[in-house]
């Protein structure tokens, strides 16, 4: 509990710091593993660089300006994260152009298209598990039935068949692109967005399913329906408010989770992402980009991650900020 | 990867308390289409009579006939033995990741519990930094460094498998630990190796082989995402997921056949894996 003492708030701070120390020596850790992966490369970094493209004198000096290669491999670490705070992600091998403004020209489209996908998880997959949990039958065994066998679905099966069936043979839905505008860009990204969340609100219905009918069977819950509480307010109170801390957690996971499905379902429906920009640069041996984008991918996970965390400790005042008694 | 740790959470919480001593329906099927699947792997390319990446382009999406029990693909190639010869390159790949992962991450647990100390925490914290790079992404990373193919994402994947088979072993194992049979083996003098090879071990393995199972289907589904995308298993080789993304090309042409028919394998597969490794892991967990 959030008590007014100063002792409490001195635990407040110490928890908040701590997961905050831990979120940056993960982002360090990780981007030194992304900036480490060139020296992991047979041949020399340069030559890994340039792969065998004919390069103009110019052009070599500039990748070597770029990565100071002259330099001590960790002075080369720390000028490169350096620029990447500052918004400098080097420049791209292939398009000649800064990595920033690739990256910038098509973030949208990933965030969209996450954004979109994680409404209807939340959605669909609440709706069915809510249902489910408070009305037990026929309709719910089948929907948990479905759940089940959606949840064994990768996310690259998924898009390909709702390809088919919803773009190709019924022609609801554009087989691939985003449009243009932002009306015409949601139409296009809702198949691509169901695809990237199919086995997330599979698995956020069963959950919740799950933990709905362990609220409800729970005393306090017996308690408030034995002494005549209406119905609605019981489950509104009693069992969703419970019921909702452990879905919350997982539905952040699998937030989190989405972010390297946007790869395949990016490449399936041709949307001009970061997702399928990786995909392109590792073919087209561009590194520079594929060491932005795992970073901006890595460090999106690791922050979403530890935000989920922290809001699980908010709502939760069990999992003790500090060691104060639960 | 969290994926993974995702859906074991969850299994947590919506365990039902296992009956009998037997599987379920539910779970021999589940074995029994892993084994068949199995079979395949070994025995399925020697099974093929047409070769599988013979091109006959002029019966290209050509429906099944006599000679092709499943018709033939974009360039005209056998789907049924290319279906059948891709079965060993689909479920090698993640075995492996699983074989790895699973020793790698039981030997780094089981030192860390006996050793305790500074030791167990720096395992930790290597292990929870692993944990927060997504599998596919530092496979795609691999592939990106070492070229496209499966080795490369082999030894991503495995190393990004460690951590979740490692946390589960720590746990297990520092439960066992505590136990009074341990201090019963240390007063008779018994090495920790040999206490955790010989005693610790085979009282987890029941756990361990459960989780392994989970963990195959994941291994499975994040390699032939990475074949899907042109980053795996490369043409001509006939992969399960390579095929989902050839396919791709009938399609638009409704022409689905060959992606259906390598989804349906892949889908079937890894819902078998999720479902025994499900009830395998809920009955370890009733045991301890």
Same mark, same amino acid.
């Given at each position: 509990?959030?008590?007014?003492?100063?002792?409490?708030?001195?635990?407040?701070?110490?928890?908040?710091?701590?997961?905050?120390g831990g979120?940056?020596v993960t982002?360090l850790a990780?981007?030194?593993?992304?900036?480490?992966?060139?020296?992991?490369?047979?041949?020399?970094?340069?030559?890994?660089?340039?792969?065998?493209?004919?390069?103009?004198?110019?052009?070599?000096?500039?990748?070597?300006?770029?990565?100071?290669?002259?330099?001590?491999?960790?002075?080369?670490?720390?000028?490169?994260?350096?620029?990447?705070?500052?918004?400098?992600?080097?420049?791209?091998?292939?398009?000649?152009?800064?990595?920033?403004?690739?990256?910038?020209?098509?973030?949208?489209?990933?965030?969209?298209?996450?954004?979109?996908?994680?409404?209807?998880?939340?959605?669909?997959?609440?709706?069915?598990?809510?249902?489910?949990?408070?009305?037990?039958?026929?309709?719910?065994?089948?929907?948990?039935?479905?759940?089940?066998?959606?949840?064994?679905?990768?996310?690259?099966?998924?898009?390909?068949?709702?390809?088919?069936?919803?773009?190709?043979?019924?022609?609801?839905?554009?087989?691939?692109?985003?449009?243009?505008?932002?009306?015409?860009?949601?139409?296009?990204?809702?198949?691509?967005?169901?695809?990237?969340?199919?086995?997330?609100?599979?698995?956020?219905?069963?959950?919740?399913?799950?933990?709905?009918?362990?609220?409800?069977?729970?005393?306090?819950?017996?308690?408030?329906?034995?002494? &005549?509480?209406?119905? =609605?307010? !019981? +489950?509104?109170?009693? @069992?969703?408010?419970?019921?909702? /801390?452990?879905? *919350?957690? %997982?539905?952040?996971?699998?937030?989190? &989770?989405?972010?390297? =499905?946007? !790869? +395949?379902?990016?490449? @399936?429906?041709?949307?001009?992402? /970061?997702?399928? *920009?990786? %995909?392109?640069?590792?073919?087209?041996?561009?590194?520079?980009?594929?060491?932005?984008?795992?970073?901006?991918?890595?460090?999106?996970?690791?922050?979403?991650?530890?935000?989920?965390?922290?809001?699980?400790?908010?709502?939760?005042?069990?999992?003790?900020?500090?060691?104060?008694?639960? | 990867?969290?994926?993974?740790?995702?859906?074991?959470?969850?299994?947590?919480?919506?365990?039902?308390?296992?009956?009998?001593?037997?599987?379920?329906?539910?779970?021999?099927?589940?074995?029994?289409?892993?084994?068949?699947?199995?079979?395949?792997?070994?025995?399925?390319?020697?099974?093929?009579?047409?070769?599988?990446?013979?091109?006959?382009?002029?019966?290209?999406?050509?429906?099944?006939?006599?000679?092709?029990?499943?018709?033939?693909?974009?360039?005209?190639?056998?789907?049924?033995?290319?279906?059948?010869?891709?079965?060993?390159?689909?479920?090698?790949?993640?075995?492996?990741?699983?074989?790895?992962?699973?020793?790698?991450?039981?030997?780094l647990?089981?030192?860390a519990?006996?050793?305790?100390?500074w030791f167990d925490t720096a395992v930790a914290r290597v292990v929870d930094a692993v944990f927060a790079?997504?599998?596919?992404?530092?496979?795609?990373?691999?592939?990106?460094?070492?070229?496209?193919?499966?080795?490369?994402?082999?030894?991503?994947?495995?190393?990004?498998?460690?951590p979740?088979?490692a946390r589960?072993?720590r746990?297990?194992?520092?439960?066992?630990?505590?136990?009074?049979?341990?201090?019963?083996?240390?007063?008779?003098?018994?090495?920790?190796?040999?206490?955790?090879?010989?005693?610790?071990?085979?009282?987890?393995?029941?756990?361990?082989?459960?989780?392994?199972?989970?963990?195959?289907?994941?291994?499975?589904?994040?390699?032939?995402?990475?074949?899907?995308?042109?980053?795996?298993?490369?043409?001509?080789?006939?992969?399960?997921?390579?095929?989902?993304?050839?396919?791709?090309?009938?399609?638009?042409?409704?022409?689905?056949?060959?992606?259906?028919?390598?989804?349906?394998?892949?889908?079937?597969?890894?819902?078998?894996?999720?479902?025994?490794?499900?009830?395998?892991?809920?009955?370890?967990?009733?045991?301890?």
């Amino acid at each position: 509990m959030s008590a007014a003492s100063p002792k409490a708030a001195l635990h407040t701070l110490r928890f908040l710091g701590g997961r905050i120390g831990g979120l940056l020596v993960t982002l360090l850790a990780s981007s030194f593993v992304v900036f480490g992966a060139l020296y992991l490369a047979p041949g020399s970094p340069i030559t890994f660089l340039t792969h065998g493209r004919s390069m103009t004198p110019d052009a070599i000096a500039q990748i070597n300006e770029q990565y100071h290669f002259d330099e001590p491999f960790l002075l080369q670490y720390v000028r490169w994260l350096g620029g990447i705070l500052q918004g400098d992600f080097g420049r791209s091998i292939l398009y000649k152009d800064s990595v920033g403004s690739l990256l910038g020209q098509r973030i949208g489209t990933t965030v969209a298209l996450i954004a979109l996908s994680a409404l209807l998880v939340a959605l669909i997959g609440l709706g069915i598990g809510i249902f489910s949990g408070l009305k037990p039958g026929i309709a719910s065994s089948a929907l948990m039935g479905v759940s089940t066998a959606a949840m064994a679905v990768p996310t690259f099966v998924a898009a390909v068949v709702l390809t088919l069936v919803f773009a190709v043979e019924l022609g609801w839905f554009p087989v691939f692109g985003v449009g243009e505008g932002p009306v015409d860009m949601l139409y296009h990204l809702i198949l691509p967005a169901f695809a990237l969340a199919l086995a997330s609100i599979a698995f956020v219905a069963r959950l919740s399913q799950a933990a709905i009918r362990q609220e409800i069977t729970a005393d306090h819950v017996q308690t408030a329906i034995s002494r &005549g509480f209406p119905y =609605g307010v !019981v +489950v509104r109170r009693h @069992v969703l408010r419970n019921a909702s /801390l452990p879905v *919350l957690t %997982v539905l952040g996971l699998t937030l989190a &989770g989405m972010i390297s =499905g946007t !790869v +395949v379902v990016e490449q @399936v429906f041709q949307l001009n992402g /970061l997702g399928s *920009l990786l %995909v392109s640069s590792v073919q087209q041996k561009d590194f520079p980009v594929v060491q932005a984008i795992c970073l901006v991918y890595v460090a999106a996970f690791i922050v979403l991650n530890t935000v989920i965390d922290l809001a699980y400790s908010v709502l939760d005042p069990r999992v003790s900020v500090g060691g104060g008694k639960s | 990867m969290t994926a993974l740790a995702v859906v074991a959470e969850a299994r947590r919480r919506t365990r039902r308390r296992p009956r009998g001593k037997h599987l379920s329906v539910l779970g021999w099927v589940a074995a029994v289409v892993l084994a068949v699947v199995a079979l395949l792997a070994v025995f399925g390319p020697l099974l093929v009579t047409v070769d599988p990446n013979a091109v006959d382009l002029g019966n290209a999406f050509a429906d099944p006939s006599a000679g092709h029990p499943l018709g033939q693909d974009a360039s005209g190639r056998d789907l049924f033995s290319r279906l059948l010869s891709g079965a060993r390159t689909s479920l090698v790949g993640p075995l492996l990741v699983v074989v790895v992962s699973t020793l790698l991450g039981t030997g780094l647990a089981l030192a860390a519990v006996w050793v305790g100390g500074w030791f167990d925490t720096a395992v930790a914290r290597v292990v929870d930094a692993v944990f927060a790079f997504p599998g596919l992404l530092l496979a795609i990373l691999a592939t990106s460094i070492f070229g496209t193919g499966l080795q490369a994402a082999i030894i991503a994947l495995s190393i990004s498998y460690t951590p979740y088979i490692a946390r589960i072993v720590r746990g297990a194992a520092l439960r066992e630990r505590s136990l009074p049979y341990i201090a019963a083996l240390r007063v008779q003098g018994l090495r920790g190796t040999a206490i955790s090879l010989r005693h610790i071990l085979p009282n987890i393995a029941g756990l361990i082989f459960a989780n392994a199972t989970l963990s195959f289907g994941f291994a499975l589904i994040d390699l032939a995402a990475l074949s899907f995308i042109g980053l795996g298993v490369q043409a001509p080789t006939a992969d399960w997921g390579a095929m989902v993304g050839t396919g791709m090309a009938g399609i638009q042409q409704l022409e689905p056949q060959e992606a259906l028919w390598a989804s349906l394998l892949i889908v079937i597969t890894v819902a078998a894996a999720n479902s025994l490794g499900d009830e395998l892991v809920k009955r370890s967990e009733a045991r301890a």
